[in-house]
């Protein structure tokens, strides 16, 4: 019987299982495979998100032996190896939702942009003055290139490297945007400080942080930019997804006054 939840990713469907021989697990992948003509490779998801990079670990179950995806989303095309590289489709209309804010002559910073999705969409969709993709994944920012050239895009650029030495040098470099989109790990730390050094005045934040309890994390963002000296004021609180029981994705967006 075929797991009720499961990743499509274009031609890659990635299971999970619980206890199942592997005879079984095969043996659901070839049903899936005839049910779904567009699936060509079935992998079982065989380790959780870890690590900064947020990667997973997957194993071949049956159809063609890759681990690159080849994915559509809001008209834009993305290549990907769902190993080394994170990627959720879960976040398809919440990158349609931030493109749908952008003005064209806005200047937009991605932060923890993974294979470049995030600023692709807005690319191709808000055709703003620019875009910059920034990832600490090199294999990421690598794929993200490519992805470029292939959606055509002359507004979007990569920079690979840690967000916040990206930030300072853009800080130092007296470089300053119109928005910053935030689609944070799941990580303790918040990066506000790093990117409120490069916000302009009346800049907007799209902020994701995750937890059961909004208020805490409006608080947490509140006290953080308290501290910088700066203020803000609160424009949408939206829940953007579940990651487990009681625990959501939620997204903030601000304006820095």
């Known amino acids: 019987m075929i797991p009720k939840s499961f990743d499509i990713l274009g031609n890659i469907a990635i299971l999970k299982f619980d206890k199942e021989k592997k005879s079984k697990k095969i043996k659901i992948a070839k049903e899936l495979l005839k049910k779904h003509n567009s699936i060509t490779t079935v992998l079982e998801k065989s380790e959780k998100i870890k690590g900064r990079l947020r990667k997973i670990k997957t194993v071949h179950l049956a159809g063609e032996k890759t681990k690159i995806a080849r994915y559509v989303e809001n008209g834009c095309k993305?290549?990907?190896?769902?190993?080394e590289t994170y990627f959720s489709q879960r976040l398809s209309n919440e990158r349609k939702e931030i493109a749908e804010q952008v003005k064209k002559n806005e200047r937009v910073l991605v932060m923890f942009a993974g294979v470049g999705v995030f600023a692709i969409v807005i690319g191709k969709l808000?055709?703003?003055?620019?875009?910059?993709?920034?990832?600490?994944?090199?294999?990421?920012?690598?794929?993200?290139?490519?992805?470029?050239?292939?959606?055509?895009?002359?507004?979007?650029?990569?920079?690979?490297?840690?967000?916040?030495r990206i930030c300072?040098?853009?800080?130092?470099?007296?470089?300053?945007?119109?928005?910053?989109?935030?689609?944070?790990?799941?990580?303790?730390?918040?990066?506000?400080?790093?990117?409120?050094?490069?916000?302009?005045?009346?800049?907007?934040?799209?902020?994701?942080?995750?937890?059961?309890?909004?208020?805490?994390?409006?608080?947490?963002?509140?006290?953080?930019?308290?501290?910088?000296?700066?203020?803000?004021?609160?424009?949408?609180?939206?829940?953007?997804?579940?990651?487990a029981p009681y625990k959501f994705r939620w997204r903030v967006d601000f304006i820095v006054l």
Request: hydrophobic letters at 40%; charged letters at 35%.
């Open 168 to 243: 300072e040098k853009f800080f130092n470099d007296g470089i300053k945007f119109d928005r910053i989109v935030m689609p944070r790990p799941n990580l303790r730390e918040s990066f506000l400080k790093s990117a409120l050094k490069v916000i302009k005045k009346k800049g907007i934040v799209n902020y994701y942080g995750f937890g059961g309890d909004v208020e805490k994390i409006v608080f947490g963002i509140r006290e953080e930019v308290k501290r910088t000296g700066k203020k803000i004021k609160i424009k949408l609180i939206k829940k953007a997804g579940d990651i």
């Open 126 to 164: 808000a055709k703003p003055k620019l875009v910059i993709s920034n990832e600490i994944n090199r294999k990421a920012s690598k794929f993200a290139k490519e992805n470029v050239k292939l959606n055509k895009l002359k507004n979007v650029k990569i920079v690979q490297g840690d967000s916040k």
């Open 78 to 83: 993305f290549k990907f190896n769902v190993d």
